[in-house]
């Protein structure tokens, strides 16, 4: 399991950042949970992300 920090939202995409080694991700919020926000945590377990937190 990842876990993703949603650092910023530009239209119909999303900018994750990995927690622990900060690296970018780059993804479609089609495929992220409904109603998250920048700032919200996500974990990544094949293939799904899960809002953690809110």
Known sequence: ???YV???ISGEYATLKDVDSGEELFIAMALLP???DVG???A???PDFTLLDK
């Open 1 to 3: 399991m990842k876990t």
């Open 6 to 8: 949603i650092s910023d």
């Open 34 to 36: 409904l109603g998250v």
């Open 40 to 42: 919200d945590k996500l």
């Open 44 to 46: 990544y377990t094949f």
